[in-house]
Structures are given as structure tokens and as C-alpha cells.
DNA sequence: TGTACATCAGTGAACGCGCGTTCACTGATGTAC
DNA sequence: TGTACATCAGTGAACGCGCGTTCACTGATGTAC
């Protein structure tokens, strides 16, 4: 309950080697972040990070468990102020493209190429799942609430050549699997199309990041805008509760 | 017109120091690439390499425009087979996932976080734009001979909130330089949708071969095809010729 | 409350390694006459 | 066709640097009696 010293000490400068690491990974990304940098920065020999973290993979899972957890407390905070059903879809979507911008080594850390050589540990697991997690309940919530269509969401028909309606075997399957772990009672149809509009918008801030939309969509500001709009058309999201 | 034997000997070691380096890459991303390791390879003292990449970025900008290049070719070729319109789109996603899943590691290095340090220089643009291009092409043909409906693609109506039918204002104007660049004729709003499906089909490739879509859309097949087909309904691409 | 001992943070030196790049050089290939 | 010179590929040593991790150590903080 109450700490020693030591242990306040420890909880501070074990911050303060995290908070420099961040610093790094902004001048070099993730493969230059080097133990021995952030120690000279700190005023410390190298060594006596090891009393923190036994090794640089595990400042580095540290550092991405950290930045999922801040980008997932982002996204649920903008998702409690906003109305829920289709507001609380571009409220996430703000959110974590806002988070991203204004983090963008740390988006590069979590959604970029993985670190060579690097395998991220179980404990990565939960905190990755938060932004899926809060879709999913959103969903759940809009359906309950009246916030989605019923039935086959969206209005987009199969089109002319004649597209079976149902999905591909594997597909109902793995989202029956999801609706059950993260949206409980939205219907496979529903959790295909948002399984698309999870992968469109961290597409499109990945490609926004990382440079692509350089010549076409940029800035992105309008763009986004407009497709996250289209993505809650095509999940069935309806304004209001 | 003919070749002396230095000038095939150079185009040859020139191919088998990118043929390696590419090697190397597989093992251990772009950050690890090393001229030394590169050179001891192929058996040759590490300074021999600057004969032919004057530095570490200019081989690593090589690598970066013949990965660029080697995609653009995979999808075209796979395009000029197909249909047309619709099957035209689908064959060009099904070709991108195909060499993005047989080379993840030359994916990484184009599509994934930028390699820190590195800056790509301007010789970098024109295949990176290959992809787009065809994918514009293909939309204007479609236009054209009749494989897209007419006006405002794709058939969701404006949420029931009433959101206005046009485009952001920056977005259209965005939208009309790409078409004006690569997909002549064809209204900003197919474009403006076009740029949803694109993003969308390399955030789905990325999330794949990155490790995310692990607990849900995985293996990612029937995900895939289901995603590219919702796309073409989005941007309006009907079967058939 | 005071003392003896255990715990732990931080030091400094060392190990063994790898890197990109430069430079003066040797020897083979190509070119001009 | 043969010779003199220029071009270029590849060598080997060196420069100057950085890295992760281990280890025996000092000295401060915490704990049990």
C-alpha cells in the first residue's frame, strides 16, 4: 500500500527510460532504438538499464504494450463522449487516426512492419485488441439501441453477374468466431463488413503515414472523412442513438 | 548494341548483389541489410560493392524500385489476362496479395513504415505509381465500354442522418487531379471511391502479412475475395465486358 | 530505538561483435593508333 | 595485328564508430530482531 523510496524511485525512472526510448523511436524508429543510447541520455551507464528491463526486447514489448494502451484509451474515451451507433464509429475513427498523427512512430511500432528479429510476446495481445474490442461492442450496442439496419447491412446489391448472398464458408465461420468474443449477437454479415472498415481504416492511416497518399490523397483530412462515412453506410451504422 | 565482356560481367554482379541483398531482407528486413554481410556473400571484399551502389541507400533504393516494379508487372500481367471492368479489378488484387504473399519481405519494404534514415529519391515515384495507374486505366475502360454504371457509383444512399450526396471539397478537387493524371474521363466520385478500394486493398494485404488480422480473419482467403468484391460494388464495377 | 544483515541501484571495465566508407594498390580488360 | 595507354574491378588495411550483454564491485536503502 504505502511505497518505499525505492520503489518510487523505480516506478519514476522506469518511466523515464520508456519516455526517452519514445524519444528515440521518433529520431530512428524502432530499429535504431538502441539500450545504450537511452542510457547516455538518462545520465546512466548502459548496464544499469538491465536493472529495469532484462533486455532490449523487453523495452521494446513494453514500449508497444504502452502504445496500444493509449492509443485503445483514446479511442474509448472519444467513443464514451460520442452518441454511440454511427456517431461512436467516426468518433473512433477520429480518434485513432488523431492519436496516430500525433504518434506516428508509435502507430509505426504497432501497425507498421514488425521489428526484425522481434517476436512479439502474449502479453501484446490484450492491449491490440482494445480498438477491435470497442468496434465490436459498438456494433453490439447500435444494434441493441436501433443505431444499425436489421438484416443484410448496407444496400450495396450483389452485383449484375449474380453474387451468392451469403459468405464464403471460411468467413462466417471466423466471424461468428469474433461476434462471439467481442460483439455479442451482431450477425456474421454485419462483423464482414466491419471487418473491412477495421482493415480500411488502418489502411488508409497506415498509407497517409507512411507516404503513399502523397499525389492523390493528401492532405487527408477530406478523404477520411468521406470514407469513414461510407464505411458506416456499408456496416449498416444509422445516425442518432 | 553489342556488349563487352566488362559490361555483361558488371550486369551481372550488379543482378547478383540485388539478388542477394534481397536475401538478406528476408532474413532480417531492411534495417539489417548490410553491404558487408552482402559482400562477404558473395565472396567479396565489402569495399568491391561500392563499384556498383555507390552507398547503402542507393542499393536499398534499387531494391525499392525493382520491388515496385516486379508488383507493377505482376498486375498488369494479370489485368491484360482478365476480362475486364469487375473481373479486370479482381484479377488486380488477387495479383498484388499474390506477390505481396511470395514477397512479403520486398511488401515490407515498400508498403511498410518507412526505413528511418532513409529518404526515397525521386526515381522511386514512377513505379510506385504503376499499381494506381493501372488501376485508373482500368476504371476509365471500364467507363467506356460499358463495365460501370453511370453516375454516382455504387448504390448506398446517404445515411439516414442526410448527409449531403457530394464530395468533401478538397477531395473532389484531389479526385479530379488523379483522374486528370491516370483514369481520364471518369467522374470524381468513382475516383473518390477508388481511393477507398485501393487503400482498402493494401491495408487488408498489410494486416495480413503483418500478423493482425490473427484471431479473426485468418487465414485471410475467403476475407479477401469477399472485401475486393465489395469494393467493386462500391466503386461501381459490374461484370462482364 | 539501534544494530546486523539482506536487498537492490548504479558503476566501470571488458568481451566480442558488426557496421559504412575511404584509400592506395594490383592486375585484368578495353581502346586508339 | 600489335603495342601503349586508359579504364575499371577487386583487394586489403584502416578509420572511427556503435551495439547488447556480463560481471565483480560499491554504497545506499530497507528489514528483522
Redesign the interface.
Known amino acids: 500500500m504505502t511505497q518505499t523510496a525505492r520503489e518510487r524511485a523505480r516506478t519514476q525512472i522506469t518511466g523515464e527510460i520508456k519516455e526517452e526510448a519514445r524519444r528515440q523511436l521518433a529520431a530512428?524508429?524502432a530499429?535504431?532504438l538502441s539500450l545504450r543510447a537511452v542510457a547516455r541520455a538518462l545520465g546512466m551507464v548502459s548496464s544499469a538499464l538491465y536493472r529495469y528491463f532484462p533486455s532490449r526486447d523487453d523495452l521494446l514489448t513494453a514500449l508497444i504494450i504502452d502504445a496500444y494502451d493509449s492509443l485503445g484509451a483514446a479511442a474509448e474515451a472519444a467513443v464514451g463522449a460520442a452518441a454511440g451507433g454511427?456517431d461512436g464509429w467516426l468518433a473512433c475513427c477520429h480518434a485513432v487516426r488523431g492519436w496516430a498523427l500525433a504518434h506516428p512512430h508509435e502507430y509505426?511500432l504497432i501497425?507498421?512492419?514488425?521489428?526484425?528479429?522481434y517476436r512479439?510476446p502474449q502479453e501484446t495481445?490484450a492491449p491490440?485488441?482494445r480498438v477491435?474490442a470497442l468496434i465490436g461492442g459498438l456494433l453490439a450496442d447500435a444494434l441493441q439501441s436501433g443505431g444499425m439496419k436489421r438484416g443484410r447491412p448496407?444496400?450495396?446489391?450483389p452485383?449484375?453477374?449474380g453474387?451468392a448472398a451469403g459468405?464464403?464458408?471460411?468467413?462466417r465461420a471466423?466471424a461468428e468466431?469474433?461476434a462471439a468474443a467481442i460483439a455479442p449477437g451482431v450477425p456474421a454479415a454485419v462483423i464482414?463488413?466491419a471487418?473491412?472498415a477495421w482493415?480500411?481504416?488502418?489502411?488508409?492511416i497506415?498509407?497517409e503515414l507512411?507516404?503513399?497518399l502523397v499525389?492523390?490523397?493528401?492532405?487527408a483530412?477530406?478523404?477520411f472523412?468521406?470514407?469513414i462515412?461510407?464505411m458506416?453506410?456499408?456496416v449498416g451504422?444509422?445516425?442518432?442513438a
Open positions: 530512428g524508429g530499429p535504431r454511427r509505426a501497425y507498421g512492419s514488425p521489428v526484425p528479429g512479439a495481445v491490440a485488441a477491435p448496407g444496400l450495396v446489391p452485383h449484375a453477374g453474387r459468405l464464403p464458408g471460411a468467413l471466423q468466431v469474433v464482414a463488413r471487418l473491412i482493415t480500411q481504416l488502418f489502411g488508409m497506415s498509407f507512411f507516404g503513399q499525389g492523390s490523397a493528401d492532405p483530412d477530406d478523404f472523412g468521406y470514407a462515412g461510407e458506416a453506410d456499408l451504422l444509422v445516425a442518432g
